[in-house]
């Protein structure tokens, strides 16, 4: 499966402030008011952070942009190393967001192919996300099936 034509995928910049990622994102949930330094210094660490090896990230976000070079989807893949499994990997995809006009273009598939990609090059044993019941068919057509039950518990704040 490829992009719509004038469409390109790649990983999130720090300088992708102005591209249009917090109005994407709005297609997910509440944003709120992050301001450009702030934004560049977030995904600037998340450039950094590496796996014990050296060799991978730890943090994936990738971005999808229109022919004008505006950010039309995102979404990230986290990797988690843990003791189980032989040191394994698990893959979190986290924050799917495809801004609401351009929903129903695929874009959404494309991207959680190459997140899924990207866990599997990764040596990943198993990819897991929470959605809505909503998204559940979605997920399913990008090869995701249901497993276990999501639990949480919320705070209205967790910033020290
Ligand atoms: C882990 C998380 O972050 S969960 C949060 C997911 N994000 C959101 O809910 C934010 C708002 N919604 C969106 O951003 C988008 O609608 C998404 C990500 C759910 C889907 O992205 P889109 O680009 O619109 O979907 P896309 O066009 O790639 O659809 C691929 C296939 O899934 C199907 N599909 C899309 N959405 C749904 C749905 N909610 N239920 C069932 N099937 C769906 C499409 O019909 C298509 O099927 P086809 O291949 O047979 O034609």
Redesign the pocket.
């Known amino acids: 499966m490829s992009l719509p034509k004038g469409y390109t995928i790649r990983r999130l910049q720090p300088s992708d402030y102005s591209k249009g990622v917090l109005k994407t994102l709005e ?2 949930t509440t944003v709120g008011s992050i301001s450009e330094p702030d934004f560049h210094k977030l995904v600037s660490h998340w450039n950094t952070v590496k796996d014990i090896s050296g060799k991978y990230n730890i943090y994936n976000p990738l971005v999808i942009l229109d022919e004008s070079e505006v950010i039309v ?1 995102t ?1 990230m893949i986290f990797i988690e190393e843990k003791i189980i499994h032989g040191l394994g990997l698990v893959g979190h ?6 801004l ?1 006009s ?10 959680i192919d190459e997140l899924t990609r990207i866990g599997k090059e990764y040596g990943c044993y198993k990819i897991i ?4 019941r ?5 997920y399913e ?2 090869g995701y099936h249901e497993a276990g039950v999501e639990m949480q518990i919320r705070f209205e704040s967790n910033k020290l």
Do not use: H, R, T, Y
């Open positions: 297609s997910l989807a979404g995809i986290e924050d799917i967001s495809v609401s351009q929903q129903g273009k695929k874009l959404g598939k494309f991207l996300l929470d959605c809505d909503k998204n559940v068919g979605f057509k990008c």
